[in-house]
């Protein structure tokens, strides 16, 4: 029985580790979702497709760019971000060529309960949970903390991407974002505010990433007028979540 609908997220999401095998990450990323795209075309079915491609795309937008509309130019930075943009016109073409329902997003930076490290917010939920335990020094390591970012919650983007799925139109693009921008040292001060514990922050040069973005925020209009979506988590809750969970992993 041919599927009603598919959400295909797989990829390699980490940046530092597309900076280290560039070449992994753009086959994986693109030839997995050629695989699946392919495979639908050959046999005949035609589910709603939902491809999940990403904010990296539009790389170093400028000042006057922002918010950043589905219209802005894509100027990627890294390798992962080119992965992305092959994977979001991959599902374009085939929509044009093969007349597959395929709808693309273009989530910014979210986070929340059960995300791994890897990303900024559980990198430092980890270790705060990590240095509460007593596990690790109260020292924790940063990269670039200047950086600006619009951050959402998981369980909102969870529910775009279903909206967007049942309710976008295909061959459309939408973006997925909280429409508000906030230094990831805000960041990790609102963390840091949660604990108990006296930990210092500091500069770890293996962290910081070449070419990154200064400050980036969406502009979601096109998403909420063809949905009805609008974020309800608020980021405090989202960073406390987070950091609720660091706190119940045993293995941490």
């Known amino acids: 029985m041919a599927p009603d609908a598919i959400y295909h997220l797989a990829a390699r999401a980490s940046v530092p580790a597309a900076w280290r095998d560039p070449a992994t990450t753009l086959q994986n990323n693109a030839v997995a979702q050629l695989n699946v795209l392919s495979a639908l075309a050959d046999s005949g079915a035609s589910p709603r497709v939902l491809v999940v491609a990403s904010a990296d795309e539009y790389g170093r937008v400028r000042p006057q760019d922002l918010p950043v509309d589905e219209d802005t130019p894509l100027r990627p930075v890294n390798p992962y971000a080119v992965s992305k943009v092959t994977q979001d016109f991959l599902g374009l073409q085939y929509h044009l060529s093969h007349g597959l329902p395929v709808i693309r997003v273009r989530p910014f930076n979210h986070a929340g309960p059960r995300q791994e490290t890897g ?134």
């Open 119 to 252: 990303f900024v917010v559980s990198d430092f939920a980890s270790q705060i949970a990590s240095i509460e335990r007593g596990h690790h020094p109260p020292v924790l390591s940063v990269g670039d903390l200047s950086a600006e970012r619009d951050f959402s919650d998981v369980r909102d983007v969870v529910r775009a991407y279903h909206l967007a799925l049942t309710k976008g139109e295909p061959g459309a693009v939408y973006n997925v974002g909280a429409s508000r921008s906030i230094a990831v040292r805000q960041l990790l001060q609102n963390l840091l505010e949660l604990s108990d514990s006296r930990i210092e922050v500091t500069e770890d040069p293996a962290r910081m990433r070449p070419s990154d973005v200064p400050r980036i925020v969406s502009d979601c209009t096109r998403l909420c007028e063809a949905t009805g979506w609008r974020p309800r988590w608020a980021l405090d809750q989202t960073l406390a979540d987070a950091l609720d969970y660091w706190r119940r992993r045993p293995d941490n």
